[in-house]
């Protein structure tokens, strides 16, 4: 069992940026963003492998959000730059047992609590 901590999360104006961490409890895998804005359904953000070396992003916010990892810390981070309103949402991590980046939300096993960023116009 791994359990998942994010954190970072907070209200911010359109054009900011901010940095999510996610912290395990031991060893993950490859590891992944979502996000879920109200009324709508849960979204892939990006992805990233076992080691850090490689990383897949949803269209809408690749070029503006970066995903890494420092596994000596057993955390997962995501950067993100340029904040627009529609980035507003609840921010998940999720573990997968896969080793490579994982889109689908059924291959994560572990998911984290959410935290919320929300940016102002």
């Known amino acids: 069992q791994v359990h998942l901590v994010e954190s970072g999360g907070g209200l911010v104006q359109a054009g900011d940026s901010l940095r999510l961490s996610c912290a395990a409890s031991?060893?993950?895998?490859?590891m992944g963003w979502f996000r879920q804005a109200p009324g709508k359904e849960r979204e892939f953000v990006g992805s990233i492998n076992w080691n850090g070396g490689n990383t897949f992003y949803a269209d809408s916010v690749k070029d503006r959000f970066t995903i890494s990892r420092d596994n000596a810390k057993n955390t997962m981070y995501l950067q993100l730059n340029s904040l627009k309103p529609e980035d507003t949402a609840v921010y998940y991590c999720?573990?997968?047992?896969?080793?490579?980046?994982?889109?689908?939300?059924?291959?994560?096993?572990?998911w984290g609590q959410g935290t919320q960023v929300t940016v102002s116009s």
């Open positions: 031991g060893r993950t895998y490859a």
């Open positions: 999720a573990a997968s047992r896969e080793l490579t980046p994982v889109v689908s939300p059924d291959q994560y096993h572990y």
